[in-house]
């Protein structure tokens, strides 16, 4: 991967763009096939109960329906690795909105009043909604059944006859004697709030089964291979026989990782004899049925000495995963040890508890833990340095991970860009220079980890007139990763980029891949891809040698075309090498790569330990400066800047364009977005009117820097940066508001009245 690049380090137009540009680009909810049905769900009002009869009679004597489905119809499970939500509720609901029984219509409005007739008796049950509360001994047992649960034991460790299905637990060093050696302590409790991911497009996905027994699926998920694996389990079918297709996807951020949609519309598919079933969720369903980002609660106390240096931590880390796991044991193991922050502690106790409530599901989200756990280290570092009278980015300096040095989990991670970030972040914010009369400013170092082990695969295929097909199933949903899959193969195989073409996300064609998440797919699926092109390339330069006559060693390939290096005018175009010839040893040209990180190692779910638990870190610094009305409370944002280590920036327009959407999510859910809920555990702002996001008009200027500390194993050297953006702005802009003003805000969104009641000019929030 050395030498001069043609491709990677520019900024091509997007492959895609005039698709999108043109309206030509097609989303599921586009999709129309022949004799198709339309599908709707009747749902929970109930937050906890048993159900003790299902009427269907009513639905049924609708004009034009032609299938009617409850829970006894497909008792199946699903989720990875807790295998505890059914496709339909069967015996009992757990949250309002929980899916109860579902219809297939000739049309939408016959499915929809059939669904309305549907009648359920109900035996309530005490819910309970607070994590907290549904710790406790006593607390109504959502999952009673639990243990005879499909799950992973390797993964998490549950709470016998709890709530609690997974306690997570970190153990590092000596904690006691960490304590007794600090100079100062300092306690903090910082809280999360629950909100809706915001994707321009609802979840939508067609289903069908089809005589030879393949069930296809064309849905609007971000990790087809992984849907297709949870389907094919749960039915208890190979997984060759489920395709997943995923067409253009109007936003993602972790909602459409996963089954969510899929489970209704399979349940009638399984039952319409063939027909194929379009179910389109409306946007109340998003909110209340389909998953949020969930609350969480984090205490910490953190021992230091005089000088700055942290020397241990201890820390408990309450999530809120709903009424079932989804990935919840992974976000509370993730999560919960990112608590340390990016930063040298020698002994630390976590422990992290992933709590069934009674509420909408809790579903990825674009940081995975990290957005959550960043407010609460990065607040509290703030709160330290003051304490400690020292400068922010001083202390953070002296702290900050560096080669060599070992994480909480026991891990030496590679290629450490914690401390350019920050430098680079400081001298954009001039830090050493006084700030504005009335203004705040903060900046906050993070560290985010991506899945591991994960594996991805790729196909090339040279095309009869030379040009390549790329497979793999790396899903676009906005980030750009079409364009750059492209770049990175026309790179390794030497060719044009216009001449390689990406054809993505069809379990059927393009091989597996773990999922489009974690900022995974440039590292992993990059790799995968270098190494086909790789292949090709190879293919190609034993071709062009038997057509030029020139030993390989003689040869260069580039531009689409093989030249000898000794006399340019001799060459052969791709082109020409793409046939198959008569009397030639060569057959088509077909490049084949995969790659897993080397050495990633499974958690020890009783220390947290785990000698390498991730391919790759992102790292991130990111600066805010703010003014506050003590009249109103209202924030003025007027400038973030966002420094990010790229590893090598493979696409800079592209990088930038993730540092400011990511960077703008962070703004939004660090001021206005709040899931609501009422006593009953039902969604009270399920709609854009009455849920706030930040809109432009909210959005200061974003400053991207790009840093590049080469990873040895990242393709061309590159990390990821999808989630990096989004962590950090929420502790920046609380430790940015207490510069401004000399008050600390802990718990998410800093609205306006929460600053008024930290100023004593409202009274304390009711409970």
């Known amino acids: 991967m050395s030498g001069p690049l043609n491709v990677i380090g520019r900024s091509p137009q997007q492959v895609d763009a005039l698709e999108k540009v043109l309206g030509r680009a097609t989303f599921a909810a586009d999709i129309s096939l022949p004799r198709m049905l339309h599908g709707a769900v009747a749902r929970s009002p109930l937050a906890h109960a048993t159900i003790r009869n299902i009427d269907l009679s009513a639905a049924l004597r609708v004009k034009g329906v032609r299938a009617v489905v409850c829970g006894r119809d497909v008792p199946y499970r699903y989720n990875l690795p807790l295998r505890d939500q059914p496709f339909l509720a069967i015996d009992r609901v757990r949250y309002v909105g929980e899916p109860v029984a579902a219809v297939a219509a000739e049309d939408l409005d016959a499915a929809r009043e059939a669904a309305s007739l549907i009648r359920v008796e109900y035996e309530e049950l005490p819910a309970v909604l607070d994590p ?76 069908q089964v089809e005589l030879a027994g393949q069930m296809t699926l064309w849905s609007c998920q971000q990790s087809p291979w992984f849907a297709a694996d949870d389907l094919a389990i749960a039915l208890g079918w190979p997984v060759h026989r489920i395709r997943v297709v995923t067409p253009f996807i109007g936003g993602g951020f972790g909602a459409k990782h996963g089954l969510k949609a899929e489970p209704p519309a399979v349940a009638l598919a399984l039952k319409t004899g063939g027909r194929p079933v379009k179910l389109v969720m409306s946007r109340e369903e998003v909110f209340t049925a389909l998953g949020v980002r969930g609350a969480v609660t984090v205490k910490l106390r953190t021992g230091v000495k005089r000088d700055g240096r942290l020397v241990a931590r201890t820390a408990e880390v309450i999530w809120d995963t709903g009424a079932y796991a989804d990935v919840g044991p992974l976000l509370c193991r993730n999560g919960s040890y990112s608590s340390t922050g990016p930063y040298r502690i020698p002994n ?107 594996g991805s695969s790729s196909f090339i295929q040279m095309n009869d007139d030379g040009t390549l097909n790329v497979m793999c199933s790396t899903t676009e949903m906005g980030q750009g990763s079409r364009t750059v899959m492209t770049q990175l193969a026309a790179e390794a195989a030497g060719a044009r980029f216009e001449d390689v073409h990406l054809i993505a996300s069809d379990t059927a064609v393009t091989p597996p891949d773990r999922s489009t998440s974690s900022s995974r797919s440039t590292f992993n699926m990059g790799n995968a891809i270098v190494r086909a092109a790789g292949d090709a390339r190879e293919q190609i330069l034993d071709k062009a040698s038997e057509l030029l006559e020139e030993p390989r060693e003689n040869l260069d390939v580039r531009d689409s075309a093989v030249f000898v290096r000794k006399d340019s005018n001799r060459f052969c175009s791709f082109a020409q090498l793409a046939g198959v010839r008569p009397g030639s040893n060569f057959g088509p040209i077909v490049g ?42 209202k924030i003025t944002l007027h400038r973030v800047v966002s420094a990010h280590d790229t590893g090598r920036t493979l696409n800079p327009v592209a990088c930038e364009g993730q540092i400011e959407g990511g960077a703008a999510i962070g703004c939004s859910t660090a001021l206005f977005e709040d899931l609501v809920l009422d006593r009953d555990g039902k969604v009270l702002n399920p709609n854009f009117l009455d849920y706030r996001m930040a809109t432009s008009c909210d959005i200061p200027p974003i400053e991207s820097i790009l840093i590049e500390v080469p990873h040895p194993e990242g393709p061309y050297g590159a990390k990821g940066i999808g989630e990096g953006p989004t962590t950090g702005i929420a502790a920046a802009i609380a430790n940015a508001v207490e510069d401004a003003i000399g008050v600390r805000i802990t718990d998410l969104p800093i609205t306006p009245e929460k600053i008024l009641r930290a100023l004593g000019k409202l009274p304390p929030a009711t409970p």
């Open 348 to 454: 630390q106790s976590i422990d992290g508890y992933c709590v069934y409530t009674n509420k909408v599901v809790t579903s990825a989200f674009r940081s995975y833990g990290t957005m959550e756990m960043s407010f609460a280290y990065e607040s509290h570092m703030d709160e330290i340095a003051r304490g400690l009278q020292m400068d922010p980015v001083q202390i953070r300096r002296q702290n900050l991970l560096q080669d060599g040095d070992e994480t909480a989990t026991g891990e030496t991670p590679k290629a450490v860009g914690l401390v350019p970030t920050l430098t680079a972040c400081a001298s954009a914010m001039e830090w050493d220079k006084p700030k504005a009369p009335g203004r705040g400013r903060a900046i906050v170092s993070t560290a985010k980890s991506s899945v591991a082990p994960s």
């Open 132 to 207: 907290a509360q549904a710790m406790l001994s006593g607390a109504p047992l959502l999952h009673p059944e639990f243990n005879k649960y499909w799950r992973d034991e390797k993964l998490f460790d549950p709470i016998p006859n709890s709530n609690v299905l997974s306690h997570f637990k970190l153990r590092k060093g000596d904690v006691e004697a960490g304590f007794a050696e600090a100079d100062e302590i300092f306690e903090g409790t910082y809280t999360s709030q629950a909100f809706n991911h915001g994707a321009i497009e609802p979840h939508a996905v067609v289903a």
């Open 592 to 633: 084949r790569g995969s790659f897993v990180p080397a050495d990633t190692t499974a958690f020890n779910v009783k220390t947290g330990e785990g000698r390498r638990i991730t391919a790759f870190w992102l790292y991130s610094c990111q600066g805010v400066e703010l003014e506050v009305d003590p009249d109103t409370g």
